[in-house]
């Protein structure tokens, strides 16, 4: 006798197979899946590209009923339901983009119990007649995604999300999964509280992409370091570039445009028709850079993006790991790179210290930035590092990031730090003048400025004691004395002003240790890449001749129909054809990523591509 459980289990890995054509789940999947279905209450911890979509679609196709999806990604639900109506499944999308007719057949469809899956926006859920479109309905569970916009310390925050509680004062026999990519502990807490899932039980899958390669380099020459690394190693790829600024993303964006790297621009400050082509034209078109601030990136499903990279410092450990988990969805070798410098530590101290809120709200501010910092001066596996910070313990030493392929070198710079130090405070307390970073460092190299000499600052006893580093490394120092706390930013000038922890360093209580600045490497290239060119390097030439082919073939395919090309097969799947090629629709059907739909659809036509080599 089969037990309950059991058949759950093989209904669900019988739509995995049939539907989304794969053979096995991965990590918690199972788990989940087998809950939710059960008619539990779940709350999903999952990496980007760690098949979070799953753990509530397949649950929508065994349980009876239509699952409905809270996203706050209105400019994605187009996309999200073509991916979905590929493999099969009967999907639909309420939201303001709809006509009158439109939402009248999705409503019916959804009446009659002809959608398996139904979109809605938070805001959505604040209309009366949606709810009671709802309530005429049978509702197989709710979906929360990215439930993190729950949490009012996020940057991510939506105010409709807090609203989303009602879902089980309305519903309350109906299942519930809340599903985010980024949270710590806390997060989760705030998460399980204001959404009322204080008794669902909780997910947490491994928060390691060992595909993908972290690498953080001296920011010297920002945008040509950019440039060396696209040209380098990710010629043709898709990737994302997020700059801090409206204006720095346009800079950027024309940039790249005018060195032959096809980019576009994408920000708050673009009308709304821009940003909504310049969304598409990524998703749809093989190798665009979009360059970025945050505005962009959530719910981006798009699998090939190979490489993310950061201009500007993120403002907390959370942000940076959501932005670099958009690459290598697909698992393949992907690059999250990040150029930091003096200059971003000194902006984001000032950006805290003049920012809006409490003193409550600056200090958890100041704590983000803090554990960002502690990522990019450590000396140890930055994959260790990040994989603390959420409380999961990663191996020493993950062999693909930069710390661990070219280890640092770190330095005794007590001295250095004294030295610095004791020129800050001689500027202060003998001269009552404050100076930013640039300045005290001239005054270390005994060098004779306009601003040095107007001063006489050439007169204090520090003044040229510091000639055995360069300006660069001087520059080092402080940005790892500020990172560590031994050195404040005050003003609306950025200038330098000592903390209570300096006295520990001037009184020789506290010796200093500081990571060396590495020689001028333009584009801060690993010790051993693995970028866009790795994704089929492991392809005989035979074998990459007849994977372009399917690019090919897939790129017209996605054309005629009006959808990215990742909805029609992923790299992964054509790589995957590429090294052997099936003979028949039967061996077709065995490779991962091609269900029944799928085969049904594009079998012949792949044959035909093949049978063409």
Known sequence: MVSPTDQRTDGALDVLRRVFGYDAFRGVQQDII??????????????????????????????????????????????????????????????????????RRVEAAY??????????????????STLGLLERGRIALFAIDEAHCVSQWGHDFRPDYLNLSMLHERWPDVPRIALTATATRATRTEIATRLQLTDARHFVASFDRPNIQYRIVPKREPRRQLLGLLRDEHPGDAGIVYCL?????????????????PALPYHAGLDAGTRARNQQRFLREDGLVMVATIAFGMGIDKPDVRFVAHLDLPKSVEGYYQETGRAGRDGLPSTAWLAYGLQDVVQQRKMIETSEGDLAHRRNLAAHLDAMLALCETVRCRRAQLLDYFGEAGAANCGNCDTCLDPPESWDGTVAAQKLLSTVYRLDRERNQRFGAGHSIDILLGKHTDKIDQYGHDALSTFGIGTELRDVEWRGVVRQLLAEGLLAVEGDYGTLALTEASADVLSRRRTVTLRKE????????????????????????????????????????????????????????????????????AELSRVSGVGENKLAKYGEAILAVLAEG
């Open 34 to 103: 087998e809950h939710v279905v059960a008619g539990g209450d779940a709350l999903v911890l999952m990496p980007t590209g760690g098949g979070k979509s799953l753990c509530y679609q397949i649950p929508a196709l065994v349980r009876d009923g239509v699952a409905v999806v809270v996203s706050p990604l209105i400019a994605l639900m187009q996309d999200q339901v073509d991916a979905l109506t590929a493999v099969g499944v009967r999907a639909g999308f309420l939201n303001s983009t709809l006509d009158a007719a439109q939402r």
């Open 111 to 128: 009446l009659a119990g002809e959608l398996d899956l139904l979109y809605l926006a938070p805001e959505g859920l604040a209309v009366r």
């Open 245 to 261: 600024s409206r204006a720095s993303v346009e800079k950027t964006a024309e940039f790249l445009v005018a060195n032959g790297i």
């Open 518 to 585: 590495p020689e001028r490497p333009l584009s801060g290239r690993a010790a051993k890449p693995r970028g866009a060119a790795t994704v089929v390097a492991d392809l005989t030439p035979a074998a990459t001749g007849v994977f372009e082919r399917l690019r090919a073939w897939r790129a017209a395919t996605a054309k005629e129909q009006g959808v990215p090309a990742y909805v029609i097969f992923h790299d992964a799947t054509l790589r995957q054809i590429a090294a052997e090629p099936p003979a028949s629709l």
